[in-house]
């Protein structure tokens, strides 16, 4: 299979659970195509149906309905013993780790080989190179308790790593982890992506991490797939209710409740960046050239692919020629903005 390829391709997916209380639709109709070789990241709220969409492309729950494609290979027409012979091609690390405290890092790593019957030698040869190569050869005799969340975490991807799979599948793989940890552990995928060319398919509710490291990226929402794409497409110009708020940051993106400008009656734009170089200070300029300053009330900007994406909310002089200058002055640039209630 060639990068760029699908290696994964779902189609018309779904996936109901019974209850006492009667069927819950967990997905419904999901479509979604991934890339050879891609970062593919899945976005949305608690409950959208992110980690059920995980699980079913790995056949840890069966879809009651539509299929998944493995290398062009449905796996609901494969026998248990084929199904898991491809889960030893998707590695899989969790929010929690799942490693086993009676077990030192080495046999952690080897565990899963031990599984599939690889020979003692060669399993804790491949537990050296893995060890090492997530930063951690020095600490093999240690067990996970005396080591960090981060840690930890790197240990969990050795071991996904063990069976050399062609995907990895990170279910909110740095949920429980501090910015800098996060950003260390999304610099690691990185690497293994480029590296190794694993295909990583990123579950995650932090817009940050589909920013950090993703090619494509889908947005779930109440069990349905809203809209997918390259990142920088879905960033620049989200058409979905929920990726809007997600992306744009209409108020907080985990909350209902809406942000407040104040008691001020000045006239109050959004300014929507769907492109522009990231290094390139719009706001700066405009001040300068129209020698009349605004007021930032509020701000939600990513850098993708070295442009700048996202919104801000400015409060205009009081004075109607002013205003009106600074508008020309956004119109000029090709700058989108809207009045704010």
Same mark, same amino acid.
Not at 44 to 58: H, M, P, Q
């Given at each position: 299979?060639?990068?760029?390829?699908?290696?994964?391709?779902?189609?018309?997916?779904?996936?109901?659970?019974?209850?006492?209380?009667?069927?819950?639709?967990?997905?419904?109709?999901?479509?979604?195509?991934?890339?050879?070789?891609?970062?593919?990241?899945?976005?949305? &709220? /608690? %409950?959208?149906? !992110?980690?059920?969409?995980?699980?079913?492309?790995?056949?840890?729950?069966? =879809?009651?309905?539509?299929?998944?494609?493995?290398?062009?290979?449905?796996?609901?027409?494969?026998?248990?013993?084929?199904?898991?012979?491809?889960?030893?091609?998707?590695?899989?690390?969790?929010?929690?780790?799942?490693?086993?405290?009676?077990?030192?890092?080495?046999?952690?790593?080897?565990?899963?080989?031990?599984?599939?019957?690889?020979?003692?030698?060669?399993?804790?040869?491949?537990?050296?190179?893995?060890?090492?190569?997530?930063?951690?050869?020095?600490?093999?005799?240690?067990?996970?308790?005396? &080591? /960090? %969340?981060?840690? !930890?975490?790197?240990?969990?991807?050795?071991?996904?790593?063990?069976?050399? =799979?062609?995907?990895?599948?990170?279910?909110?793989?740095?949920?429980?982890?501090?910015?800098?940890?996060?950003?260390?552990?999304?610099?690691?995928?990185?690497?293994?992506?480029?590296?190794?060319?694993?295909?990583?398919?990123?579950?995650?509710?932090?817009?940050?991490?589909?920013?950090?490291?993703?090619?494509?990226?889908?947005?779930?929402?109440?069990?349905?797939?809203?809209?997918?794409?390259?990142?920088?497409?879905?960033?620049?110009?989200?058409?979905?209710?929920?990726g809007r708020r997600l992306i744009l940051g209409d108020g907080d993106a985990y909350a209902d409740t809406p942000i407040t400008f104040g008691d001020s009656k000045n006239e109050k734009i959004r300014i929507v960046f769907d492109g522009h170089n990231a290094h390139e200070p719009i706001i700066s300029d405009m001040i300068?050239?129209?020698?009349?300053?605004?007021?930032?009330?509020?701000?939600?900007?990513?850098?993708v692919d070295g442009m700048a994406v996202g919104q801000m909310v400015v409060e205009l002089p009081e004075a109607e020629e002013e205003a009106a200058l600074l508008k020309k002055y956004l119109k000029s640039k090709n700058i989108d903005f809207s009045e704010v209630e």
């Amino acid at each position: 299979m060639a990068k760029g390829d699908n290696i994964i391709r779902i189609v018309n997916m779904g996936k109901t659970f019974e209850t006492s209380s009667g069927p819950v639709m967990a997905l419904d109709d999901i479509n979604l195509d991934i890339k050879e070789g891609s970062i593919q990241g899945i976005i949305g &709220l /608690s %409950g959208a149906g !992110k980690s059920t969409l995980v699980r079913c492309i790995n056949y840890l729950e069966i =879809p009651t309905s539509g299929e998944v494609q493995f290398e062009g290979r449905s796996l609901g027409s494969m026998t248990d013993r084929e199904i898991r012979s491809i889960r030893r091609n998707m590695g899989m690390i969790f929010q929690q780790f799942n490693l086993l405290d009676q077990r030192n890092l080495l046999r952690n790593v080897t565990f899963p080989l031990e599984i599939a019957g690889e020979d003692k030698k060669k399993a804790k040869a491949r537990a050296h190179e893995l060890l090492e190569m997530v930063g951690l050869a020095d600490r093999e005799k240690n067990y996970p308790s005396q &080591l /960090s %969340g981060g840690q !930890k975490q790197r240990v969990a991807i050795a071991r996904a790593l063990a069976t050399n =799979p062609k995907i990895l599948l990170c279910d909110e793989a740095t949920s429980a982890l501090d910015p800098k940890t996060t950003n260390q552990i999304l610099d690691l995928l990185k690497k293994i992506n480029e590296e190794l060319g694993v295909t990583i398919i990123v579950i995650t509710h932090q817009m940050s991490v589909v920013e950090a490291i993703c090619d494509e990226v889908a947005i779930i929402d109440h069990s349905h797939i809203v809209e997918s794409g390259p990142v920088s497409e879905i960033f620049s110009n989200p058409r979905s209710e929920i990726g809007r708020r997600l992306i744009l940051g209409d108020g907080d993106a985990y909350a209902d409740t809406p942000i407040t400008f104040g008691d001020s009656k000045n006239e109050k734009i959004r300014i929507v960046f769907d492109g522009h170089n990231a290094h390139e200070p719009i706001i700066s300029d405009m001040i300068l050239q129209c020698k009349t300053p605004v007021n930032i009330l509020f701000a939600n900007t990513h850098e993708v692919d070295g442009m700048a994406v996202g919104q801000m909310v400015v409060e205009l002089p009081e004075a109607e020629e002013e205003a009106a200058l600074l508008k020309k002055y956004l119109k000029s640039k090709n700058i989108d903005f809207s009045e704010v209630e």
